[in-house]
């Protein structure tokens, strides 16, 4: 199928490189900015070992804290952008997101669940909300699949989201002073958790699945014609279904589990390359996923530097810029896709 690019978007080679390039920029302005700030004239030393006098500080700094961190931002973006993408294209819906159908509600409350029932190390958090996540999607898909289309995975969606919120209302009221004060921090987003080894674990496991989402840009693009058309196309609807909703809860629920909530990257990003691109798939996709890494280093940067030496919640940054902007799309009448 051959879908033509929408008269007055701008060329996607052009708009793919300057997204990389603004990526590569923020990240080294990320790494270097902070209580402690590196100039970037040592990164080279830095980087490579070579060590003078005075160094030491800044190296443990860079290599503990800063890269591993401005890395797991950029890839959770990326993904957070790029299954809003599968999640709009599947739903023909602009304002949907992996929380329509109770992916993240399911690993809120898996986390919550740990840090209010058991000691609470990070390890528990992050595996009872990759667990929330993945029950969540199994019920959502189990009981919508007996419906036609994607209505009965909303409607399941509606529910699992109304089952958590009350379940994590309930354990809130349960919870201590010291654990409302971790959910709190948890519910509002950080990224004050990133380290090598988290990035190590979920940075290959997301670029996998990036790469298997971006794959999937000719069904994509079918599906914006509707799921009969899409049919028509040759598209087996059910199983294109299942893999990508069981690859959006593989992508989100370890991210969640690392970071807590952070919203409308998900939402935002996609509208925003979208009113650039259009809507083809091919382009959509990989700009997102670059658009997504850059918006949320950027965030965590500002997160950062904001009120330093102190850190403000990224879910906070992500809330208070996207909101505003996404109520601007929104008056403009710019929200549906193509």
Known sequence: MRVYSVPGKLAPQPVLAILACGLALAALAASASGAVPIPWGSFPRLLWGQLGPGDMLLHNVLMDIRLPRVLFSAVAGAALAATGVAMQ????????????VG???????????????????????????FLGSLLATFLAYSIGRRYNGVAGLLLAGIAINTIAGSAIGVLTYLANDTQLRDLT???????????????LWVGPWT??????LCSQWRVLNALLLG???????GFALVAVR?????ATALIIGPLVAVTGGIGFIGLVVPHLIRMILGAHHR???????LAGALVLTLADWLA??????????????????GGPFFFWLLSRGRSAPG
């Not at 921090?185 to 990035?199: H, R």
């Not at 670029?207 to 298997?212: C, K, N, R, T, V």
Request: proline share 5%.
């Open 185 to 199: 921090f948890w519910s509002m987003g950080s990224l004050a958790g990133a380290d090598w080894a988290s990035l």
């Open 103 to 129: 992916i993240s509600s399911g690993a809120a409350l898996g986390a919550v669940f740990a840090i209010v029932m058991t000691a609470g190390s990070f390890l528990i958090i992050a595996g009872s909300a």
């Open 89 to 100: 294209a599947l739903f023909r819906n602009p304002l949907a997101e992996p929380g329509l």
């Open 207 to 212: 670029a996998l699945l990036l790469a298997y």
């Open 304 to 321: 950062r530097v904001a009120a330093s030496p102190a850190e403000l919640p990224i879910g906070l940054v992500t809330s208070l810029v």
């Open 227 to 233: 799921e009969r058309e899409a049919a028509h196309l």
């Open 242 to 246: 299942r893999r990508l909703i069981i």
């Open 283 to 289: 382009y959509l996709l990989p700009a997102s996923v």
